[in-house]
């Protein structure tokens, strides 16, 4: 299994990046996926999650109407559409994936599967 995540990068406060996380060597729609952030000193966080056919999907409150996730399970590919950015959203940002779906959408020791990390950085 391998996930790829890309996207990252630099930018305003206010601005908009869109993260990607590529799924190989799994059968994609199986699995549900979700977005996590690590800070600098901070412990991993919790961002947002779907379910394996997106009928369900759920955000930490601090990026609700600011964030959407989605995926293609055509593409093995599951996105994260980041608007209104702010400062504090700065952070490594890693996908995960876990085989139907776990127990806690929001409990990082769910999941089975994590890519490599982007770095978002956002200027104030």
């Known amino acids: 299994v391998q996930l790829q995540a890309s996207g990252g990068g630099l930018v305003p406060a206010g601005g908009s990046l869109r993260l990607s996380c590529a799924a190989s060597?799994?059968?994609?729609?199986?699995?549900?996926m979700a977005w996590f952030r690590q800070a600098p000193g901070k412990e991993r966080e919790f961002v947002a999650a779907i379910s394996r056919s997106a009928d369900a999907t759920f955000y930490v409150d601090s990026v609700k109407g600011r964030f959407t996730i989605s995926r293609d399970n055509a593409k093995n590919t599951m996105y994260l559409q980041m608007n209104t950015l702010k400062s504090e959203d700065t952070a490594v940002y890693y996908c995960a994936a876990r085989l139907l779906r776990p127990s806690s959408w929001n409990m990082s020791l769910e999941y089975t599967h994590w890519g490599q990390g982007t770095q978002v950085t956002v200027s104030s």
């Open positions: 060597r799994l059968s994609f729609s199986l699995y549900g």
